[in-house]
Structures are given as C-alpha cells and as structure tokens.
C-alpha cells in the first residue's frame, strides 16, 4: 500500500509541472527524495542498479535534465566541480566539508536567524540581478575532520 501512495504522489509532482510519469522519472526523483543525499549522476546509476533496478545511464543523464529543468532537483558543483543533485524539496542549504567532501543539508527553518531578503534586494538594486531562490553555501569542516 505504501508503494502505491508513493508512486501516486510521485505521478502527481511530475504531472504538476507538465511531465509524463515514467518508471526512470519516479525512481530518480524516490532516491533524491531524502535529506543529506547529493549523487553524481555517476553515483545514482550505481546506487538504483544496487537497488535491482534496471537503468541505463543514459536515461539517468537524461531524466536528470528533465526534471532539473522543470524544477524538480536542483543540480549545484561540489567543490572538486563535479556535478551533483539534490531532490530534497524542504527548503535548506548547505554545508561542504573541505577536507573530505562531505555535503549536508541545513534546514532553513533551523536557522531562523537567518534572513536573506536583505542580501536579495541588495543584489537586486546594486547589481540589477533578480533572486529567484537564494541559497546559503557554508564550508568549513565536519566533525569528523576537525
């Protein structure tokens, strides 16, 4: 019964924004759907094949577009540039460990001190650019690595 709640919400989010549901489209969009998960499009192929599904990488590369493009993950570098993509949809940012490369998800709503629409509007009338969704990037080191 779960699986199917989930592919039904899966169907929805897809549709919502104009795309037809497919099997790649949902089990792409079910593994990034969880905090503190970045994948390679590299990564992720390996990780659904780990999982016994059936895909190429091709249609990984491919779907990660589509549905980077209409907003459903969000694609960012990590500090060695390597491509990486987020399908967590709670607003968040993020923390990059710079000794060993680890990427965690800071929820925003943890950070309530946190207010960007200063630094928006300041970019926006200084710089003439428009802010669609800003976001904080914070390096540093993890506890690990401290």
């Known amino acids: 019964m779960a699986k199917a709640k989930e592919r039904e ?18 089990r792409i969009l079910a593994y990034l759907d969880r905090k503190n998960v970045h994948p390679t499009p590299e990564e992720l192929y390996q990780g659904l094949k780990k999982r ?3 895909i190429g990488l091709s249609t990984v590369y491919l779907n990660l577009q589509v549905l980077r493009d209409a907003g ?15 399908g967590f949809t709670e607003k968040h ?3 990059f460990c710079l000794n060993c490369g680890r990427i965690e998800d800071v929820l925003a709503k ?3 001190e946190f207010n960007a629409e200063p630094v928006q509007k300041a970019i926006e009338s200084r710089m003439g650019w428009f802010v669609e969704d800003p976001r904080l990037e914070l390096r540093g080191f993890c506890p690990d690595c401290q």
């Open 93 to 95: 940012h993020h923390l």
């Open 72 to 86: 459903l993950l969000w694609e960012f570098k990590d500090q060695q540039g390597n491509t990486r993509y987020d």
């Open 52 to 54: 016994g599904y059936a």
């Open 110 to 112: 943890d950070l309530p």
């Open 9 to 26: 919400m899966y169907r929805g989010r897809l549709k919502g924004v104009g795309l037809r549901h497919t099997l790649p489209r949902e």
